[in-house]
């Protein structure tokens, strides 16, 4: 089977990444001091911990304020609104997703680590997603504010353009421009199985993630070759 990487040079393969979306800012105080730092992050904290025991619709500022011990004021200097902090801890979430799929996509050399690579960072993402309130409420339309779908958005761009480039980088079986495609539709068919199979029985949903993960390499070329 033919390599399209192999015909191009190491050092011309940045000009051939494809180009991300910029990532939408959270309405939201950026703190500077140590204290204001803490105080955002205790917030964020307790924030999280709500959601978790009362859903995003029973999240309260209020609350927040009284369980973090700073005044109500303050709550809102940082954070204007709920939607603020809701978008704040969404984007957390997203950067760990990041976080996670460049450290095992840094790490393949072939075919086959770049298809395990693939399945144990879906898997994990599907597993954090199950569990965390937070994100299942978002993916059923609780908070379908326009921050959010920036953010999902922008999501989407970050890993179509990872799924390129690490491919790209190990071995191609698809020219460029085909592979640039193929890589945006099978992120968007795990993106939406993922959100799909986290309302589902546990052993339905993970059946319909690996149906999905299998579909998804088949069509990047890494199957076969896995």
């Not at 917030?43 to 005044?71: D, F, T, W």
């Not at 698809?174 to 309302?199: H, S």
Request: glycine fraction near 4%; charge should be positive.
């Amino acid at each position: 089977m033919r390599l399209y990487s192999s015909l191009m040079p190491r050092s011309k393969l940045k000009a051939h990444r494809t180009h991300a979306l910029p990532r939408p800012s959270v309405d939201m105080r950026v703190p500077q001091q140590r204290r204001s730092k803490l105080r955002a992050e205790a917030i964020v904290k307790v924030g999280r911990a709500l959601i978790a025991k009362h859903g995003i619709l029973g999240l309260k500022m209020s609350q927040i304020a009284e369980q973090a011990r700073i005044p109500i004021g303050s709550v809102y200097q940082y954070f204007p609104t709920k939607s603020a902090l809701i978008s704040c801890l969404f984007a957390r979430n997203l950067d760990t997703y990041h976080a996670l799929a460049r450290k095992a996509f840094a790490k393949v050399t072939g075919a086959q680590e770049c298809a395990e690579a693939f399945r144990r960072v879906a898997r994990q993402v599907y597993r954090d997603n199950r569990r965390d309130s937070l994100m299942r409420e978002i993916w059923s339309g609780v908070q379908a504010d326009r921050t959010i779908r920036q953010l999902h958005l922008a999501d989407n761009e970050f890993f179509s353009q990872l799924f390129f480039e690490t491919i790209w980088r190990v071995g191609a079986q698809f020219p460029k421009e085909q592979l640039i495609r193929r890589c945006q539709i099978v992120n968007e068919m795990w993106d939406g199985t993922i959100r799909l199979a986290i309302t589902l029985e546990a052993n339905v949903g993970a059946k319909l993630i690996e149906e999905s993960l299998d579909l998804g390499l088949a069509n990047l070329g890494l199957l076969e070759r896995a």
